[in-house]
């Protein structure tokens, strides 16, 4: 099975570093963000999409891929067939990672600012109607066999639970009033990339209850109930979450502590702590039982999760952001540096490396049909592409 972790970068804080002067994008080759790729055999297409695009999301049956365009309140429609734009749906302002349902041909998108979720036909390419949910809503989550989309509101420290039959809210969940959460005057902060067990029903999300310079928390959320099943103390600012179903893990990264907790999902307890440094979206390759985890220098840190231990470290460039094809036992590596590393996840040993004239996002991969789809951000006033690469070439 193919393990993909994908992290959308918040346009909102990157706009300000950029307008600061902290953060430079690499310059386009040209006005509009046009992908240059020297000795870009793998590049099978490059596709014209709007401003800050977001991880792709594919639907596999239908041959067609949803782009949310953050900073142009769009979602592009993509036939994955020929690579051409059907349709651009415009949306409203300050727009999050989506999330889909092929099964009911539903596309949901957060509408940070507003508040609220874009409700998209698929079919159809519309928008049916926006739902209310709670301050800053981010990382949706689908529970498809439920008919539920679970909407984490960042700055209220709640979960919106809708019903995807009728577009209504019918639970809102209350992370401040879980058993063993402290009281504060302000809400719990949420971290990124909850995950979902939708075999056991279960939603995991980490977090702050109190502060980022306090020990955080994993809340574990019955999906048929809505209520609480435990509160598993973790180390400082937890963000990352990755799941090993099979093996009843979870692995929560501590950004402020350098730390990976280590959960017994069966226990709902911590059996390990492993100290690593911390900075970034990690990656899990369940088949090899590693994680993949970039550090403040330019690299990852390699963890075993048999042994708990960290057992290599790999130079790749700034702000690295990797993603695992387990069954090819590949590793691509996204970074600020402008290329994308094609590395065998054994060895470690470089096979590729496809350079940007941007900043590629994390990689999203289509295994059957020997695919990787990667947002080129040119810079946040242009518009910018999407590069579609042939993972078979790295074979040869």
Do not use: C
């Not at 979960?159 to 063993?180: E, H, K, Q, Y």
């Not at 980022?212 to 109930?225: C, K, Q, S």
């Not at 130079?315 to 065998?344: C, M």
């Amino acid at each position: 099975m193919v393990r993909v972790s994908a992290r959308p970068i918040q346009v909102s804080i990157l706009a300000t570093l950029i307008a600061s002067g902290l953060l430079a994008v690499p310059a386009p080759a040209s006005p509009m963000g046009d992908v240059g790729l020297p000795g870009g055999a793998s590049v099978v297409a490059v596709v014209r999409l709007g401003i800050a695009p977001l991880g792709p999301l594919l639907d596999p049956a239908r041959d067609r891929m949803y782009v949310v365009n953050a900073d142009s309140d769009s979602v592009s429609v993509v036939d994955t067939d020929d690579y051409r734009v059907l349709d651009t749906i415009r949306i409203g302002d300050d727009l999050g990672a989506g999330a889909l349902d092929e099964r009911g041909h539903r596309l949901y998108v957060p509408m940070s600012e507003a508040g609220r979720v874009a409700v998209i036909d698929t079919q159809a390419n519309r928008v049916l109607e926006t739902i209310r949910v709670g301050t800053l809503p981010e990382h949706l989550v689908i529970d498809t066999p439920r008919h539920q989309l679970f909407v984490p509101n960042t700055l209220s420290g709640t979960v919106s639970v809708v019903d995807t039959r009728t577009s209504t809210v019918v639970a809102t969940i209350d992370l401040a009033a879980a058993p063993g959460v402290a009281s504060s005057d302000e809400p719990p902060l949420i971290g990124e990339a909850p995950v979902f067990d939708a075999s056991r029903g279960l939603l995991y999300l980490a977090g702050s209850p109190v502060s980022v310079l306090e020990p955080g928390l994993v809340w574990v959320i019955d999906a048929r109930t809505h209520e609480f099943v435990a509160t598993i103390p973790v180390g400082k600012a937890p963000m990352e979450l990755a799941l090993d179903r099979e093996r009843g893990r979870l692995f929560v990264a501590n950004t402020r502590s350098d730390t990976v907790s280590v959960v017994d999902t069966s226990a709902n307890r911590v059996v390990a702590t492993i100290s690593v440094p911390v900075y970034g979206t990690m990656a899990y390759d369940s088949a090899a039982q590693r994680l993949y985890i970039p550090d403040r220098n330019g690299g990852l840190s390699v963890v075993s999760t048999r042994s708990n231990t960290v057992i290599d470290a790999i130079p790749t460039g700034k702000w690295p952001e990797p993603v695992v094809d387990a069954d090819a036992k590949r590793l691509y590596v996204a970074t600020y540096d402008g290329h994308v590393a094609v590395l065998d996840s054994r060895t470690y040993r470089q096979l590729g490396t496809i350079e940007f004239t941007g900043w590629p996002q994390a990689p999203v991969l289509d295994p059957d049909h020997g695919r990787m789809y990667v947002p080129d951000w040119a810079g946040l006033e242009v518009y910018n592409n999407l590069v579609v690469v042939d993972t078979r070439y790295f074979d040869k």
